[in-house]
């Protein structure tokens, strides 16, 4: 090559070590066992995440020599290169972004509107329990009464058709009909005649008042 020519080749970025297990541990143990103290045991869990990190660390590295390799190799196609990497770096970003969750903001807002509906639900609920015991009490409000009354309405209508049952051959040899002397016992006389039947235990009514 000519002393006036200049390469066209991209020169590749030195790779950066990683730093070892091994060196980044060895100055702690030597001082313990130079003080006489045993190395402290190491976390199974710290040291998974550990190794993930690094493994992440030399992924990323692996990513950018590749990078470097192909622009060196393909000049032409380096702003190409570049343009795909900070779009999908872009990307990337937002969805980091996206997997964080709510912002300690929005976190502790989340906290304050949780305690407030955990105290109205629990309002809610001692309303709920109070609405039912008054439902309950509605659903049997007059109901002993109602039954009272029937029982009343039974005995009296037994009377009835004691009278009825009484007279009832006296009414009509004076001519005289029940019915016409009281509209309502024309009303009542169905009920009359099961209340008789029910009683007699025969399935011939009383005798017709009319």
């Known amino acids: 090559m000519e002393p006036h020519e200049q390469s066209t080749e991209t020169a590749l970025p030195t790779p950066v070590s990683e730093p070892s297990v091994t060196e980044s ?11 006489g103290e ?10 998974k995440k550990r190794i993930e990190e690094q493994l992440e660390a030399l992924k990323r590295r692996e990513s950018e020599l590749r990078r470097a390799l192909a622009t060196a190799s393909h000049p032409e196609l380096a702003d190409a290169i570049r343009l795909i990497e900070g779009r999908a770096y872009a990307l ?20 304050t509107v949780e ?8 309002k809610r609920d001692e309303l709920n329990a109070q609405v039912a015991v008054l439902d309950a009490e509605l659903a049997t409000l007059g109901v002993e009464r109602t ?19 009484a007279h009832g051959a006296e009414l ?5 009909e029940a019915g016409q002397l009281v509209p309502d ?3 009542w006389m169905p009920e009359i005649q099961e209340l008789a039947e029910e009683l007699s235990g025969v399935t011939r009514g009383p005798k017709s008042a009319n």
């Open 172 to 176: 009509p040899a004076a001519g005289l």
């Open 147 to 165: 039954e009272a009354f029937e029982r009343e309405r039974r005995a009296a209508m037994e009377s009835l058709l004691a009278a009825l049952g």
């Open 25 to 35: 541990e060895a100055e702690p143990q030597q001082s313990a066992e130079a003080a």
């Open 115 to 122: 305690k407030k509906r955990a105290g109205l639900q629990e």
């Open 38 to 47: 045993e190395p402290k045991p190491v976390d199974p869990l710290l040291e």
């Open 92 to 111: 990337s970003r937002v969805e980091t972004k996206m997997a964080e969750g709510l912002s300690k903001s929005e976190e502790r807002r989340k906290q």
């Open 185 to 187: 016992i024309a009303r």
